[in-house]
Antibody
Framework: EAQLVESGGGLAKPGGSLRLSCAAT????????MNWVRQAPGQGLEWVST????????SYADSVKGRFTISRDNAKNSLYLQMNSLRADDTAVYYC?????WGHGTAVTISS | QSVLTQTPSASGTPGQTITMSCSGS????????VFWCQQFPGAAPKLLIY???QRPSGVPDRFSASKSGTSASLAISGLRSEDEADYYC???????????FGGGTKLTVL
């Protein structure tokens, strides 16, 4: 059974950094374009970033461009999101997702 | 302001069929696959429909979807109280080079 499990969330200060991870099992990871999606408290879903299977196509939402970096390690079946220069409005639950699979999310809180 | 437009709320009675819509544009819905997610309070989104009309295994056939031009719709037949949730549509957008989401439709089962 396919499973995506996010980790790495937590509390960080404004201007700080966090690195999220997403471990995939039960899928041929390298075949899937991977995405990060976030949901701020009480809000809807917001796409954050996409990386293709080979890791040579990257795309970012304007709200995170220049601050977040998506990457993947196909040998480890893992997806990452390096988040720098964090702001209060980055507070959200972050989900990794493919076209057909979603993880359960990891919560990120940015507060001083 | 969401790129895709969904009616904020919908309601129905048990057993009824309800349909909710998702409106987009030529850069997203018209040219790319639409997917739908169901989300209960405090839980992660669950994929209901992918590639416009496909149901992942385990999703009941009471859930169906269609797409025409720049709009898509999700239908739920034989409505049940446990269908009360938020429903989001989404699609890849060629201009934004990312997924765009609707603002969600909150379904109430009366």
């Amino acid at each position: 059974e396919a499973q995506l499990v996010e980790s790495g969330g937590g509390l960080a200060k404004p201007g700080g950094s966090l690195r999220l991870s997403c471990a995939a099992t039960g899928i041929t990871f390298r075949s899937f374009t991977m995405n990060w999606v976030r949901q701020a408290p009480g809000q809807g879903l917001e796409w954050v970033s996409t990386i293709n299977g080979g890791g040579d196509y990257l795309s970012y939402a304007d709200s995170v461009k220049g601050r977040f970096t998506i990457s993947r390690d196909n040998a480890k079946n893992s997806l990452y999101l390096q988040m720098n220069s964090l702001r209060a409005d980055d507070t959200a639950v972050y989900y990794c997702a493919t076209e057909v699979h979603w993880g359960h999310g990891t919560a990120v809180t940015i507060s001083s | 302001q969401s790129v895709l437009t969904q009616t904020p709320s919908a309601s129905g009675t048990p057993g009824q069929t309800i349909t909710m819509s998702c409106s987009g544009s030529s850069s997203n819905i018209e040219k790319n696959y639409v997917f739908w997610c169901q989300q209960f309070p405090g839980a992660a989104p669950k994929l209901l429909i992918y590639r416009n009309t496909q149901r992942p295994s385990g999703v009941p056939d009471r859930f169906s979807a269609s797409k025409s031009g720049t709009s898509a719709s999700l239908a739920i037949s034989g409505l049940r109280s446990e269908d009360e949730a938020d429903y989001y549509c989404a699609a890849w957008d060629d201009n934004l080079r990312g997924w765009v989401f609707g603002g969600g439709t909150k379904l109430t089962v009366l």
